[in-house]
């Protein structure tokens, strides 16, 4: 992974609070799948899971709904 002035962090994505690298590794992966790092500039995350895990997803956009449909909507999901 790519990292920035003197190796100290990465450029991209960050480690998560525990130290995990899952962040780095997904973006990782989707830029190799994709060329390289400048193709995906300005991407979204469920691209690379949608790649690497065919899992469904959706987007949701907060800015139209209220706090009780977005409930609703997010709850309706819950197995």
Do not use: C
């Not at 992974?1 to 992966?29: I, Q, V």
């Not at 469920?46 to 907060?62: K, N």
Request: net charge negative; glycine share 10%; hydrophobic share 45%.
């Amino acid at each position: 992974m790519p990292a920035g002035t003197y190796g100290k962090r990465l450029p991209f994505a960050n480690f998560g609070l525990d130290n995990s690298m899952w962040g780095p590794l997904l973006e990782k992966a989707w830029a190799k799948a994709n060329v390289n790092y400048e193709s995906i500039i300005g991407g979204r995350v469920f691209e690379g899971w949608d790649f690497l895990t065919s899992a469904p997803h959706q987007i949701i956009r907060l800015e139209y709904l209220s706090a009780d449909a977005l409930w609703d909507k997010v709850s309706g999901f819950d197995l």
